[in-house]
């Protein structure tokens, strides 16, 4: 038997996909409304976006437990399993690879704790990297050493559409946010090399995100190769749509590692109509 791989929520797959490529799911917690409830297996991604669209506040999330690592470890031991890899979000953003350390430290098995550095569709690129290790049957020491090494060279930029929830959060005044709106002006996101949520760029509408994503994944293919793109959103396909068709309209070739629905810690600080692109060099 192989190794496990286990990623909490946060990475944005399906319990489809999850379920496909055999990764264990660890659920972060969303309150919302004063109601705790189990990221993904307690409440769809779907069924959040309208929960978060009617509540007065912002939804708040919080890590798994070492008390839920611990007994999705002792699952896996009695499996059969005696090593697995755990991928988290990144530390900046969450507790989550805090959590899954301490319950590693008195786990049965061998338990390698992973920080990504990342989430949703950049964090999906690490998991993916990890499952087509396991597949093609390296070994674990090998597997964790070249996810480590990867981790580096995923970039995840995000681009809000309507900004409420950036004022709510904190992250925009309402004195900015009216004269974006009234320049249809779009703030884009991305992730620093530690998981940090930074500004990146502002972008004149969608139009513009579109055409600022195809021109990165553009400039990346001509200085590093072809590469592994996993698409995200809020609520808007029709732009992922859009950013898959001016690429082949370009003429350039990437690797299609499918297309996420934010989960709760993104959706909930970017809101609906949020827009989002993992990349990285092909493996």
């Known amino acids: 038997m192989g190794f496990a791989i286990m990623s909490d929520s946060t990475v944005d797959w399906t319990l489809e996909e999850c379920a496909a490529r055999?990764?264990?799911?660890?659920?972060?917690?969303?309150?919302?409304?004063?109601?705790?409830?189990?990221?993904?297996?307690?409440?769809?991604t779907e069924d959040f976006y309208d929960r978060m669209l009617a509540a007065e506040h912002?939804?708040?999330?919080?890590q798994p437990?070492?008390?839920e690592f611990a007994e999705a470890f002792d699952t896996l031991a009695r499996?059969?399993?005696?090593?697995?890899?755990?991928?988290?979000?990144?530390?900046?953003?969450?507790?989550t690879y805090q959590s899954a350390c301490l319950a590693a430290a008195d786990a049965g098995i061998e338990v390698r704790v992973i920080d990504t550095h990342s989430a949703s569709a950049g964090m999906g690129l690490v998991l993916r990297r990890a499952c087509d290790l396991r597949d093609s049957g390296a070994s674990f020491d090998e597997a964790c050493a070249?996810?480590?090494?990867?981790?580096?060279?995923?970039?995840?930029?995000?681009?809000?559409?309507?900004?409420?929830?950036?004022?709510?959060?904190?992250?925009?005044?309402?004195?900015?946010?009216?004269?974006?709106?009234?320049?249809?002006?779009?703030?884009?996101?991305?992730?620093?090399?530690?998981?940090?949520?930074?500004?990146?760029?502002?972008?004149k509408g969608m139009k513009g995100v579109v055409k600022g994503y195809v021109d990165l994944?553009?400039?990346?293919?001509?200085?590093?190769?072809?590469?592994?793109?996993?698409?995200?959103?809020?609520?808007?396909?029709?732009g992922v749509e859009r950013v898959r068709r001016e690429l082949a309209d370009a003429g350039i070739a990437f690797v299609d590692a499918g297309c996420a629905s934010c989960g709760a810690t993104v959706a909930t600080h970017l809101g609906i109509g949020a827009l989002g692109v993992g990349v990285c060099k092909a493996w």
């Open 58 to 62: 912002l939804p708040k999330t919080s």
């Open 22 to 44: 055999q990764v264990v799911l660890a659920p972060l917690n969303i309150e919302i409304d004063g109601e705790v409830l189990r990221d993904q297996t307690e409440i769809s």
């Open 217 to 238: 994944i553009a400039e990346r293919t001509r200085s590093e190769g072809t590469q592994i793109v996993r698409f995200c959103h809020t609520r808007n396909p029709d």
């Open 79 to 95: 499996e059969g399993y005696g090593q697995v890899v755990v991928l988290t979000i990144a530390s900046v953003l969450s507790g």
């Open 65 to 67: 437990s070492p008390h």
């Open 146 to 203: 070249e996810v480590e090494r990867n981790i580096g060279n995923v970039r995840f930029f995000i681009a809000c559409d309507q900004l409420n929830n950036l004022i709510k959060g904190g992250r925009l005044s309402e004195g900015d946010a009216f004269a974006a709106s009234l320049l249809n002006v779009k703030p884009v996101f991305a992730f620093d090399e530690v998981g940090a949520l930074k500004p990146h760029d502002k972008a």
